[in-house]
């Protein structure tokens, strides 16, 4: 019966070794699986920001672009109230024209009477 215990402890002890190398082999494929996850997971995370700082450059440059249409829609309008103005002072003027005109004939024709 010693014998019979004896065989099966040593039996119980490899199989304990041979579940402690599987362990051990298990942690190990575990310990590079996250390695690998965490790697990939962080190079998916960099181009991911790449892609999100080239989408805020695009956008800086649309920014930049819509600011240059602004100003150009600015001076346009400067120039259109300009020429507004422009317009009201030659209607002025051309009023007065017409005015001093009608007040010399007006006059030649109370010197021609």
Do not use: P
Not at 19 to 44: M, S, Y
Not at 61 to 74: G, L, N, T
């Amino acid at each position: 019966m010693n014998m019979y215990l004896e065989e099966r402890v040593g039996q119980l002890e490899n199989l304990s070794v041979d579940h402690g190398r599987q362990i051990e082999i298990i942690a190990k494929g575990v310990a590079d699986l996250t390695v690998t996850v965490n790697e990939r997971f962080d190079q998916v995370i960099n181009e991911m920001n790449q892609r999100f700082n080239q989408v805020d450059q695009r956008f800086s440059e649309v920014d930049r672009q819509f600011d240059k249409v602004d100003r150009r829609f600015d001076k346009i309008n400067e120039n259109i109230a300009e020429l507004k103005t422009g317009q009201i002072r030659l209607e002025t003027t051309v009023t007065d024209i017409q005015q001093t005109q009608q007040l010399i004939l007006t006059l030649l024709q109370d010197r021609l009477k």
